[in-house]
Structure formats: structure tokens, C-alpha cells
């Protein structure tokens, strides 16, 4: 190589992700006081983030049985996928055969394969993306090399959906453009549409030609498996074509172990194998095929019925646990009433990043600068002293 500098070395800094770096300061603060609710993980009344019964209980069952870790094929554990149909879509979807499925590496894998599969589809898509949305979403549709014109989606200040302006964006689409949108508990935010808006959204998508992919992260932590999943089933219904990106990481706590699955509907069977050819194509060159091992224990837990009901009543606990965080923060002043009425751990506080920064300082809250916050992210203690401080911060 001589004097030449080497190829890595030529490689510039890049920005920290600002929650990264949250975490590493909340780490870092020794206050016995501290309260983190910058993380997006579930946290049980001790501060745990603990593994759910029916999942050790599935894993000492696989442990027993089985019997290979030869290659499982591009489309992973196709009886998770069979298992996990109705969940998503209810038992009279699940039926329908032009719903295809792949499973993923988490979340972020289906995310992945659902725009690379717009991609290779129609290479000049346009995403429309509605503001603020979870971190990672632009990256992804960046990545796989689309286009995306944002649209305001919620007004932190009026701690409400700007639903005229997503109509408005979905009006000024063009057939074959694409929406992504949030199956429920929106990341960042907790504002979820109404049945009314849905409704509206719905036949707005399907008159004009829209492709929806629909990002479903947290179903059963809002009000439950069949509310949260409504309004994408009414979607489904309504469109020849859509595409949905599933995670089972937070509603099994299975974070780590990356639990995912792609479905996407087309208009007939024949058309579905296509593009199921391709989402296997685009899948090979990423991860070749998926990880085992936490699909196949959500495919225990959901193949045996005492452990499917172990799960939904753990399920009950964790959205229990939030729902209630939420009434009591609520409870606290008319100015927090909003979040009672928002879903799954997130909501957002009308603070400035200055006001954010202050509360990590003089209370060692940690939030990201957006004001987001996890709602379980603190103990059942802690609800006074952070309303206290959230409201001092926004007098301030
Ligand atoms: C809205 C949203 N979609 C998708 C994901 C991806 O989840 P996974 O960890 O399964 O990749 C997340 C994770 O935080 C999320 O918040």
C-alpha cells in the first residue's frame, strides 16, 4: 500500500444518534433519583424490563425438542408467519390467499424488504412520510434508494394530528406513490387516528392509487390485538395492494432476538408469487435467510394454547401497566390530559430540546430533545416528581 493512506482511513465522522447518546449520559448519571424515559423498552414496576413467562417457558420447550439448526429456507419459519396471519389480520383476512408472508430480522428487516420491494417495482416511487415519525423510518426508505416527501402529521404544541394535512398530502399523491403509515401507538408521538380518520384515510388510499405500508410495532400494547390492528384491517380490506411490516419484539419482549415478519397483499395470487420471488431475491442479498430462534418461540407460544393464553395475559399486564401510567400522569394537570388518550409507551411533551436539556440537568430526566418520552420508562413512584418537573420545564 505504500505511502498510501488506506480506504477506511478515508471515512469521516459521523453524527451520533442524539438517543444514543442519551442512553450512554442516563447511563452515566449516578443520581439514585434518575429517571429514564428516553429508551423505548417496556419497563415492569421494579425498573426491569423482564422476559416474559410464556417465553422462557417456550424456549425450555425448544431447548427439549429441537433437533436440527440446519438452514430453514429464504422465508424462515413459515408456521410462525401461518401463526401470526390472523393475529395481524383477524380470522377472516387470514384466510385470504393473496396475502403473502416472509419472516424478518425484527421490525427494521420488514421495513427494509418492503421499500427495496417498492424499489425494484417502481423505481421512482415517492414515500410520503408523515412528521415526526420513529427515527429510523427516513434511513430505511433513504436506503433503499426512494424519495420522500414529508407532510406535518402531529402538532406538538397543539398536541394534536394535523389530519387536514395528511389528507392534503394524500390528495397531492400519485397513483403508484406510497404512504407509510403507523398501525397504532405511534413512535413518537401516541397519536393514533380514530376510527373516523382511518375511514377517511382509507378511501382517500384506495381512490387514488396509493401503496400503503403499514408499520405495526406494538400491537396489543394500545387497547388490544384486535383494536390496534382495526384500522390496517380496514385498510387490507379496502386495497388490492399493501404491503405491512410486523415486529414481535415488543408485544413477546423479545427485543434482542429480532423477530419480524413481511406481509404484503396483491391483487391476485399469481402476481403475489412475483413479487414473493423478489422480496426472496432482495432477502438473500441482505441476510440470505432470517434468525431462528425468536420466531420459533413466538411460534411455541402461539402453537400451544395454554402459553398463547399465558402470553395475552402478559400482554394484558404491559398494556395495563401503560394504560394506567397514563391516566395518572394525566390526572396531574389539564395541560398533561392529552397523553390519557394517546397509545402504547410514547407520547410527546410540548418542551423545547433547551427545556429537555434542563430537565436532565436539575432532575436527571432523561428524554429525547424532541420530548418524547416512554411512559413506562419510569416507576410507579416517580409519576409526581415528573409531572412536577415536566410542568415547572413548561412554565419555564
Ligand atoms: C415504529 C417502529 N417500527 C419498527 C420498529 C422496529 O422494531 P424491531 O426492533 O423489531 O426492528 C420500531 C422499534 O423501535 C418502531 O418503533
Known amino acids: 500500500m505504500g ?5 477506511l482511513s478515508q471515512l469521516q465522522p459521523i453524527e451520533t444518534d442524539s438517543l444514543l447518546r442519551l442512553i450512554a449520559m442516563a447511563m452515566a448519571d449516578e443520581r439514585p433519583d434518575k429517571i429514564d424515559v428516553g429508551v423505548g423498552v417496556y419497563r415492569s414496576s421494579n425498573g426491569a424490563t423482564p422476559i416474559l ?3 422462557k417457558k417456550a424456549e425450555a420447550l425448544l431447548h427439549e425438542r429441537q433437533e436440527t439448526k440446519s438452514y430453514l429456507g ?7 408467519a401461518e401463526l401470526l396471519k390472523p393475529i395481524v389480520f383477524g380470522d377472516e383476512l387470514a384466510g385470504d390467499e393473496r396475502i ?3 419472516q424478518t430480522p425484527g421490525g427494521c428487516g ?3 424488504l418492503a421499500f427495496k420491494l417498492v424499489k425494484a417495482a417502481r423505481p421512482d416511487a415517492r414515500v410520503l412520510v408523515g412528521t415526526p415519525t420513529w427515527a429510523n423510518h427516513e434511513p430505511i426508505i433513504k436506503g433503499a434508494g426512494l424519495k420522500i416527501v414529508r407532510y406535518p402529521y402531529y402538532l406538538k404544541d397543539e398536541r394534536r394530528i394535523d389530519f387536514d394535512a395528511m389528507m392534503e398530502a394524500m390528495d397531492a399523491a400519485e397513483p403508484g406513490d406510497v404512504a407509510l403509515l403507523h398501525g397504532c401507538c405511534h413512535n413518537p408521538t401516541g397519536a393514533d387516528l380514530d376510527a373516523g380518520q382511518w375511514a377517511k384515510l382509507r378511501a382517500k388510499i384506495a381512490d387514488k392509487g396509493i401503496l400503503a405500508v ?3 410495532a406494538y400491537q396489543g400494547l394500545g387497547d388490544g390485538i384486535d383494536e390496534d390492528a382495526a384500522g390496517l384491517r380496514g385498510l387490507v380490506s379496502a386495497c388490492d395492494e399493501i404491503i405491512v411490516a410486523q415486529s414481535c419484539d415488543k408485544n413477546f419482549g423479545v427485543y434482542r432476538d429480532r423477530v419480524g415478519c413481511l406481509f404484503f397483499k396483491t391483487a391476485d395470487e399469481s402476481q403475489g408469487k412475483i413479487a414473493m420471488d423478489h422480496v426472496m431475491q432482495i432477502a438473500r442479498e441482505m441476510w440470505s435467510m432470517p434468525p431462528d430462534h425468536g420466531a420459533a418461540v413466538v411460534r411455541t407460544v402461539l402453537d400451544d394454547e395454554k402459553l398463547r393464553a399465558e402470553w395475552l395475559d402478559e400482554l394484558e399486564i404491559m398494556r395495563g401497566r401503560i394504560n394506567d401510567l397514563r391516566k395518572r400522569i394525566a390526572a396531574k394537570d389539564p395541560r398533561l390530559a392529552y397523553i390519557a388518550e394517546q397509545k402504547g409507551m410514547f407520547s410527546m411533551l410540548p418542551l423545547t430540546p433547551a427545556q429537555v436539556d434542563g430537565l436532565r440537568e436539575k432532575y436527571a430526566i432523561y428524554m429525547a430533545d424532541s420530548g418524547r418520552f416512554n411512559v413506562v420508562g419510569m416507576g410507579d413512584h416517580d409519576v409526581d416528581r415528573f409531572a412536577a418537573a415536566v410542568l415547572e420545564a413548561m412554565d419555564g
Not at 74 to 80: A, F, L, P, S
Open 110 to 112: 420488514a421495513l427494509t
Open 74 to 80: 429464504m422465508k424462515g419459519d413459515t408456521r410462525y
Open 53 to 55: 413467562s410464556a417465553v
Open 3 to 7: 505511502n498510501e493512506q488506506g480506504l
Open 214 to 216: 403499514v408499520d405495526i
Open 100 to 102: 403473502f408472508s416472509l
